[in-house]
């Protein structure tokens, strides 16, 4: 078993840095010198009238992937090949359209007053029994041994009246599509 020496160069570090100054070397080709004056009509560099046009992904391709994709439209609409085709349509481009005219419009849920109390009892032993069981462990670790039973009886009666109260077969007709 051979050891590495911890004082010897690291070979890939010199691939790396070889990369690395490729990578800067086309870099530096690209931008143009401090006191060069810029190019007129080029995509990425300046447009007729002197401003900055937005960068593409041409204008910074360190690896070279440029090459293999097809032209990217500018924001004249045209290729870089001077054509006037227009570009591809984004995600972002695309008709809104109203829909709530023949939509659907669910029916009013009805009143809670209308409904029976022992049932709304039942709903609040079932569902608040565990939230106050977890909410006395947390902040009320003192609490009586006929406090936890009683929370626990009230979500063992709710759910048990609950379970009770369902109908037993389904309504003529009724193929249970319904919620």
Known sequence: MARHDPGAPDQGANQDDAVWLDLVARLQED??????????????????????AAPTFRD????????????????????DAG??????????????????????????????????????LAWLGAVGGPV????????????????????VAAFVLGTVYLIMKLPSEKADGDDGARV
């Open 31 to 52: 931008s143009p010198a401090a006191g060069a004056a810029p190019t007129s009509g080029t995509t990425g560099g300046t447009t007729d009238a002197g401003r900055r």
């Open 132 to 151: 106050a069981l977890l909410l006395s462990v947390m902040f009320w670790r003192s609490a009586p041994v006929l406090a936890i039973v009683g929370i």
């Open 83 to 120: 054509g006037g085709t227009p570009a591809l349509p984004g995600p972002r481009d695309y008709g809104v359209e109203d829909d709530d005219e023949d939509g659907f419009v669910p029916a009013e849920p009805p009143s809670l007053a209308g409904t029976d109390p022992l049932t709304v």
């Open 60 to 79: 910074f391709d360190p690896l070279g992937l440029a090459g293999s994709l097809p032209a990217e439209p500018t924001a004249a609409g045209a290729n």
